[in-house]
């Protein structure tokens, strides 16, 4: 009789996982997926095999190989036993195999071959760096400048990505080649195969005058090459706003932070924020009252303030300069008191008044060939909206491309929620179509949605609008906006004098349009006694 065969379980055999990096259990070493097999390196088994095992009096791990009382990771520091022990970050790389070590000799009578002086090994794409540290760019600027006139030598990666920034810049004057040196320097030291630190752009360019960061970032941030650092991204008006509080001492400063707070409508009542340029311009004109109260009045808190102190701090200021004082003051204390910090008001009953000046007329010597000193499409049209159609700066710097028509003969100007439509004449309309056909030429991969441009503004990839020392510089010397604006106004209210026809063609208030009314005809308006 024939016994039962065992069954046999069928086993599915699977091919072994590649090997990892993985660290040595001996002497802690880290060691590549392409080198040798299992957890231990090849020196530390080459001293298991010769050498007896016991514990290490330097690092006290047991069951180790040891020479002269010590591990492998401690016996190098045989001569450094009065120093404390320490982990050292060891790498365990195949002699021969990969990443050769290649010496490069130094000869004392040999002059320097530049062409050979190359940056340290670039980092390959996907390498995270192992030590995030500051980057110092001083060395590299002063090695720089010691090479041969010209360009430093560069892979045929960064060559294309600085050719390309060149194409993309063209147009510019010569003294924005300082923007491809910049270029040209980070790709010479850094490479071309990795992202660049933000920061590491801007601490080159702070080292010397002849250097820009902000178009190099852009274009760095286009192509997925910016590693963006926050610190750099901060408001400007914030960061001087936190630096003007840490000037001030506690409580004031903790108390002035409080309006700040309730200004951009973060307190107890909920309301449209104020923007932080606002506030710096309020707290601006606050520091020098508050700094006198903290150091000469010996306050050490707003609650001590008294009414007699807010009228004492206004005394011999006008125009302006005293209305923009009351007006911060009001809005501090009146803060402050909703918040429930201070018990009363000091300057509930403060007066700020209004200021409120007679329109001029411009010398007409200084209007005659207004546009022939121009001398540019972009000084021509800035004048032509000013003089003509009577639009402030700030209008006219954020006037869009798409609110021009020139089928229609109309320009939409953006005044919050509503618009304000302009019809052009034919002058106007004229130097209209020759700017947009400048911009065009001067400028046709330019994005920005503005209508009014700069060689900057132009090629700035966050499409900011021109300056208001633009627009004034295309004016003759003598002239202002506000100036130029007025006269029109004026000149209008004198042939008209109709306040609806005003608002209809400069689009002002009710109170505007009677203000020059009542300069161009004050024999009509004048308030007779009864």
Known sequence: MQKDQPTRTPYITTPAPPRLPRQCRDCHAWMPSDGCAGFRCDPCRHWRESLERGRCCRCGRDKLPQRDGRCRGCHPYRLLDEVPPATQLAFALPTGKVFPFVAFPVDAEKAPD?????????????????????????????????????????????????????????????????????????????????????????DLTQLDEHLAAKPVCQFLRARGLLVEDPGLHRNADLAWIE???AALPEPFASE??????????????????????????YLWALQPTLTAWTTTASVTSLREITTDQVESALEGLTGYTRQRLATALRSLFRALKRERVIFRNPARNLPVGTLKTIP?????DLLTGLLDQAGTPLGCLIIALVAIHALPGHEIRSVHTTGLDLSRGTLEVRRGLLRHTL?????????AIDWTAYRHQRWPASTNPHLLVSQVSAVDTDHPA?????????????LTLSGLRQDRILDEASESADPLRLMRLFGVTEQTAMRYITAAHPERTAKLPR
């Open 256 to 281: 002035v932070a409080t309006w700040v707070k309730v200004i951009r409508e973060q307190g107890r009542r909920e309301g449209e924020p104020r923007g932080y340029d606002g506030i710096r311009h």
């Open 114 to 202: 530049h062409g050979k002086e190359r940056p340290a090994m670039h980092t390959i794409r996907g390498q995270e760096p192992l030590f995030t540290l500051r980057r110092d760019w001083a060395p590299v600027l002063a090695m720089l400048r010691s090479m041969p006139p010209g360009e430093p030598p560069l892979t045929n990666s960064a060559r294309s990505l600085v050719e390309e920034f060149t194409r993309f810049r063209a147009g510019q004057c010569p003294k924005y080649r300082k923007n491809i040196s910049t270029l040209t320097i980070l790709m010479y030291w850094l490479g071309a195969e990795t992202a660049i630190f933000e920061r590491d752009v801007y």
């Open 466 to 478: 021109v300056s208001m020392g633009l627009l004034s510089g295309a004016l003759p010397r003598g």
């Open 360 to 364: 001029k007329s411009v010398p007409s």
């Open 423 to 431: 019809y052009l004449e034919e002058l106007t309309h004229q130097l």
């Open 243 to 245: 630096s003007a509080l």
